[in-house]
């Protein structure tokens, strides 16, 4: 019998029967699988060396009699060729398993964590499991150089240029330890453009731009935020998820910020004074109820930092004053510049931005976490009222043009 729309409507189960397969007189090999409860697929039979294979090629809902043929047809000419097509399947399947989402996580465990710093391998984490997470579902091996050079373009626009090139270097590096495991044949990232060049910055905001920031910032996280960098010269990330645990606030001639080594980009915990300006900002910054972290409404610390840095921008530019292109980053070097100009010494300047190398422990560590505590707490004083003299117009004309 060859098998037909007309002929499968008369096919039924035997007596008794709950699985029966009835094969086409035209090409053999193909049939239809007959089940209880009315399930019937199209199936192939055939066989490798001695062993009978079979493997099921689609439903009768899904493909007719001519498209399930020819389908038989290319799975048994796989056969005369060599081929196994119930090996290759179950080997697609298993492939489809491997997705960018379940090798992220098997990197982060397996490499990442064990070799970076808590600092590096929190970027990294953030990267891999935010930034790429809509492609987390994707087989790996279908995460083509279209797909993450478009995702990198979303990236950029969502989150901003750098965090686009950050967000490339972790997916690259993923992907090249990836290889080396044997998941993948290729790095996808190879070829696609970076967002935007990067060069060593040693740009410095003027006096005057500095004033202007500060008057642009509203009275919410972002705003916060900056201005805290502006007094503290602590990095993003570290005042982003800054949380309420860290602050001793009760006393304002004492009050301190402890960073603890989990969140410092070199693992040594960070003691940083707060100014009375530093204090009142976090005071009037909003508790939320069963949140640790002051900033933010989300899982992790602030996030927005793009759509608000340009907010930002825009009300700089519509109150009439000139600042050169800036990001961030430029606050910290800024003050530690412009610090260095009001005589604050060069390595109290660095114990301020915790630049001081080598891992402490027992009484080495607590002299390392309190060394220039003095110094500092009046080093930054002494610029918060620097600040304040731009802001009220009685700070000494000076600054840099550079």
């Known amino acids: 019998m060859r098998l037909t729309k007309q002929t499968l409507a008369k096919l039924s189960l035997p007596a008794g029967k709950s699985d029966h397969i009835v094969f086409d007189d035209d090409l053999p090999g193909f049939g239809v699988r007959l089940r209880a409860g009315g399930k019937r697929v199209w199936i192939v039979q055939y066989r490798v060396g001695s062993k009978q294979r079979r493997v099921t090629v689609g439903t009768v809902e899904a493909l007719d009699p001519d498209r399930a043929r020819q ?53 990294v984490e953030r990267h891999l499991t935010r ?4 492609l987390h579902e994707l087989p790996i091996h279908k995460v083509l150089r279209a797909t993450v050079a478009a995702r990198l373009a979303e990236i950029a626009k969502e989150n901003g240029r750098f965090a686009s ?12 330890w990836a290889m080396g495991e044997g998941l993948v044949e290729v790095n996808p990232t190879i070829g696609t453009n970076k967002a935007t060049e990067e060069v060593k910055r040693d740009h410095v905001i003027t006096d005057a731009e500095l004033k202007a920031i500060w008057q642009a910032c509203q009275d919410d996280d972002y705003g916060h935020i900056v201005r805290l960098l502006i007094l503290t010269a602590q990095r993003r990330e570290e005042v982003a998820a800054m949380t309420v645990g860290e602050l001793d606030l009760a006393d304002q001639k004492v009050a301190l910020w402890s960073i603890p080594k989990e ?26 109820e069963g949140r640790e972290l002051l900033f ?6 602030f996030q ?23 990001r961030l980053h430029d606050l910290r070097r800024t003050v530690a510049t412009r610090m260095a100009d009001l005589g604050t010494l060069p390595h109290v300047v660095e114990a301020i931005l915790n630049h001081i190398s080598g891992h402490k422990s027992g009484v080495a560590g607590i002299y390392n976490r309190a060394t220039y505590a003095k110094e500092k707490r009046e080093a930054l004083n002494a610029w918060a009222a620097h600040v304040a003299g731009l802001l009220s117009g009685n700070a000494p004309e000076g600054g840099r043009n550079d």
């Not at 933010?296 to 610390?301: K, M, T």
């Open 71 to 123: 389908a038989a047809k290319a799975a048994l000419a796989k056969v005369q060729l060599g081929g196994d097509p119930q090996t290759e399947k179950a080997e697609g399947r298993a492939r489809a398993a491997v997705t960018l989402g379940a090798v992220s996580k098997r990197y982060l465990e397996e490499r990442a964590k064990p070799n970076l710093k808590p600092r590096s391998y929190e970027e």
């Open 131 to 134: 930034h790429w997470a809509p």
């Open 165 to 176: 090139n950050r967000a490339r270097a972790s997916l690259s590096a993923m992907f090249s």
């Open 263 to 288: 969140r410092t980009k070199n693992g040594l915990p960070h003691d940083v004074p707060l100014s009375a300006t530093a204090v009142a900002i976090l005071n009037s910054a909003p508790r939320r």
């Open 296 to 301: 933010g409404s989300g899982e992790g610390g």
């Open 304 to 326: 927005g930092w793009s759509k608000a840095k340009a907010a930002l921008d825009k009300r700089v530019a519509a109150a009439g004053v000139k600042v050169r292109p800036w």
